[in-house]
Structure formats: structure tokens, C-alpha cells
């Protein structure tokens, strides 16, 4: 298996999509209980959580800039990491607070807050893959152009590429956000997926008589 570089971040991401609602649970319990230990596994759970996404946004910046995208997936790109960015910051700041701070509904509904965040993020990320067929190789990157944008994990460039595409994924995010946030930018509206689940909650049309519809085979 040839695992490229930008294929890193969708395997770290799972790390803390798992670990944000477990914390929040764990979290919300030591409030309500006052147990001293699920208090104690909280404020750990909490750091770990901040750890794991601070990975998972460093291979996503990198990801960023080794993936072919149009200006509507770049769109999607952007919300997706400046939404996890501020996850990443606020988890940070919870974990913060909490290392002299007891569990509280406060910090339990701030990680409630994250975790919708997360699940709207995390769904940009599917549609940029499996709808724009972002980081796709088969799709959109072959050849020498997929060894240029994206080499293998394996290979020796890999540690300075990851590092070097991070800076400048971090460098386009933070520009883009200073574009859009000044009004010299505007992003298309589809990217915030909106009209995506519109037209995935449309009623399809009833087959006429004696029409058959297409059969969806595997690919």
C-alpha cells in the first residue's frame, strides 16, 4: 500500500471525531455527578482531544496544498479548515480552563457546541471527497503529477514536504480568511453545502409507467 502524503490527514481525523463527543460525555457525567475521578479522565480527555485535532489540522493544511481543487471545492476547503481551526483553539482553551477548573455544564456545552462544528466540518470533508472527488488519485491526480503534488509517505521528502505544505496551507487560510472577512472576497454559497442538502431532501420523481429506472451497480 502506497500511502500518499495528503492521505494522512483522513487517517488522523478519526482520532479526535472519536474522542470530542467521549470527552463531552465524560465531561457533562463529572458535572452532573461530581465524581472526582471522571473529572480527573476529563480534563486528560480534554487535552487529548486538542492534541489529536492539532495533528489532524497540521496534515489537513499540508492537504490542502497537495490536492487538485476547483474554486468551488477550494470554497469548501476553506470553511472546512477554518471551521476546524477554531475547534482545534477552543479545545485548547477548554483544556486550558480546565486544568484548574472542575468540569462544569459551561465546559460541557462548549464541547457540545464543538461537536456540531465537528459534524459540519466533517461533512464538508466527505463532500469535498466523495461528491468533487477531492484528493481522489484515480480523479483528478496520476503519474508524475501525483508524485510532484502529493509523494509518498514513505519517501524521504515526505517529513519536509508535510512541513513546508503545512506553513503554506496555514499562510492560504489565514489570507483567504483576511479576503473574505474584508469583503474583497466572496465565497460561492453552494460551498457551505446548503443547496447540497436541498437537493438531496427533493422528492425524486415517480417512474412513469413501463419506464425502468437506471441500476446502480459497484464500481
Known amino acids: 500500500m502506497d500511502m500518499r502524503v495528503h492521505e494522512l490527514h483522513p487517517t488522523l481525523i478519526h482520532a479526535p471525531l ?10 457533562l457525567t463529572a458535572a452532573l455527578t461530581g465524581n472526582r475521578r471522571l473529572d480527573d479522565a476529563a480534563r486528560t480527555l480534554w487535552w487529548a ?12 493544511m499540508a492537504a490542502s496544498q497537495e490536492v487538485k ?14 471551521g476546524n481551526v477554531g475547534i ?17 455544564l459551561f465546559s460541557s456545552f462548549v464541547g457540545l ?19 468533487h472527488g477531492v484528493g481522489v488519485k484515480e480523479l483528478t491526480m496520476k503519474g508524475e ?9 514513505a519517501s524521504r521528502q515526505a517529513p519536509a514536504r508535510l512541513l513546508r505544505d503545512a506553513v503554506k496551507g496555514l499562510g492560504w ?33 415517480a417512474a412513469e409507467p413501463g419506464e425502468s429506472r437506471p441500476e446502480l451497480r459497484p464500481v
Open 173 to 205: 487560510l489565514l489570507g483567504r480568511a483576511r479576503q473574505v472577512f474584508s469583503g474583497r472576497e466572496q465565497l460561492d454559497p453552494s460551498a457551505f453545502g446548503v443547496t447540497a442538502i436541498e437537493q438531496k431532501l427533493e422528492p425524486q420523481p
Open 145 to 153: 503529477e501525483l508524485d510532484q503534488l502529493s509523494p509518498s509517505l
Open 49 to 60: 482531544t486538542a492534541a489529536s485535532g492539532l495533528l489532524a489540522g497540521f496534515a489537513g
Open 18 to 27: 472519536a474522542l470530542l463527543p467521549s470527552t463531552v460525555v465524560v465531561d
Open 113 to 131: 457546541g464543538a461537536f456540531a462544528m465537528a459534524a459540519y466540518t466533517g461533512w464538508l470533508g466527505g463532500e469535498m471527497v466523495y461528491t
Open 69 to 82: 481543487a476547483d474554486r468551488h471545492s477550494r470554497d469548501m476547503m476553506f470553511l472546512h479548515g477554518l
Open 88 to 104: 482545534v483553539l477552543g479545545a485548547f482553551g477548554v483544556a486550558a480552563w480546565r486544568t484548574g477548573h472542575r468540569s462544569s
